[in-house]
């Protein structure tokens, strides 16, 4: 079978093979604890559950719109509205099926051979698969850990010109756990405006924020026009496997977004679609009482880590994930990651998965139980301390 060029071009992703082999292992009969992948370990909420299960009841089990179903668009657009400071109306916001088809979907409508887009590196994989993809110019902006992870700005300012046609922020960041601070984003911002630069604003872990409030690009002054959000269901509300993710940008893109979306998935799930209404609609407290415990296992897994031979942790300020520098072990970060699957049976990603400036660090989800992470934590500091 003969392919096209364009499909190598694509990377998978390191959280999914990583969890392959702890699987693996587990097949034998080994106890893996898992800190790779990027889920929380709680469930959804009952009543966001009923509210699908009643759905499939009444008969929402067939095709809906295109952009998704009118009732959901109105209440994410109520929600981004009120969170973001913007008026945003139903038919600017597009429902997927997950948050990950806004990625693809922006950068296929958005840039064209040979533009610029810039990313954070290290970063979420796909995004520079898919630039790769559309045969576009990756640019990544390297996020360091002296800057606390954040965006170097006087980077950004000697890689803008007029080839640049996307920038990409996502904050909280993954997976590094960085927050863009306000400040950051007006000059981003402005910088966005002069070169008349879209972003791609991934708020996937917006409402997992720690010790700083979150702030979207898209509220400052004129940048709506030029902002792409990117959102979903699947971490505050603990509903990955739901798939229902969501775009809010202009309606003249939003448009073209919905082509894409009849030309590959038809539309997102309805059931699923109700479920999100009653996501938004319904008491918040639980999902709220989950970010706390997402704090204390944070502070946990970072005391933790510190404790650890070779390995220095910052203090992550939104998501959950801690990136532990792990460059005075001597080892590169894939085979770190290696030896602690098998020799301690904890299973993480090696920072390199998320670009060559994640090379050096690991990263563990603490999406786990208390318990799991400090029997993670016991393990890997007697595994690190037999090197």
């Known amino acids: 079978m003969r392919f096209a060029k364009r499909i190598f071009r694509l990377k998978s992703e390191g959280a999914f093979e990583m969890l392959v082999k702890a699987q693996e292992l587990e097949s034998q009969g080994r106890d893996i604890i898992h800190l790779e992948i990027g889920q929380p370990d709680f469930d959804t909420p009952v009543n966001i559950k009923n509210a699908g299960k009643k759905a499939i009841d009444e008969g929402y089990t067939k095709y809906t719109a295109p952009q998704g179903l009118l009732e959901l668009r109105e209440e994410i657009a109520k929600l981004v509205s009120e969170t973001r400071h913007i008026p945003v109306s139903p038919e600017e916001v597009v429902v997927t099926p997950g948050a990950k088809p806004i990625i693809f979907f922006s950068i296929l409508a958005c840039v064209n051979e040979g533009e610029e887009v810039l990313y954070p590196n290290p970063g979420f994989p796909i995004y520079e698969s898919v630039i790769n993809f559309v045969n576009a110019k990756p640019i990544p902006i390297p996020l360091l850990e002296e800057k606390d992870f954040t965006v170097d700005i006087d980077f950004l300012k000697k890689a803008m010109n007029p080839n640049v046609k996307m920038i990409i922020l996502n904050s909280p960041h993954n997976p590094t756990g960085g927050v863009l601070t306000q400040e950051d984003l007006k000059i981003i911002g402005e910088m966005a405006l002069e070169y008349d630069v879209i972003v791609l604003s991934d708020e996937i872990y917006s409402e997992i924020v720690y010790d700083n409030e979150f702030y979207s690009i898209s509220s400052f002054p004129d940048m709506k026009k030029n902002t792409i959000i990117l959102d979903g269901f699947s971490k505050f509300h603990s509903m990955t496997g739901w798939r229902l993710g969501y775009g809010v940008m202009p309606p003249e893109l939003a448009r073209h977004i919905t082509k894409l ?72 970060s894939q085979e770190l990651a290696n030896y602690i699957l098998e020799k301690a049976g904890v299973a993480c990603l090696p920072g390199s998965c998320f670009g060559e400036f994640g090379e050096g660090y690991l990263r563990f989800s603490y999406a786990n139980s208390v318990e799991n992470i400090k029997r993670a934590l016991d393990r890997i500091r007697d595994a690190v301390d037999r090197l």
């Open 261 to 332: 979306m009849i030309n590959s998935n038809s539309c997102a799930a309805a059931f699923t679609q109700i479920a999100g209404i009653e996501a938004i609609q319904g008491p918040q407290n639980e999902q709220k009482a989950r970010v706390e415990k997402f704090r204390k296992r944070r502070d946990i897994i970072v005391e933790g880590l510190n404790k650890i031979k070779g390995f220095s942790c910052r203090t992550p300020k939104g998501a959950f994930y801690a990136f532990p520098n792990i460059k005075n072990l001597g080892m590169s």
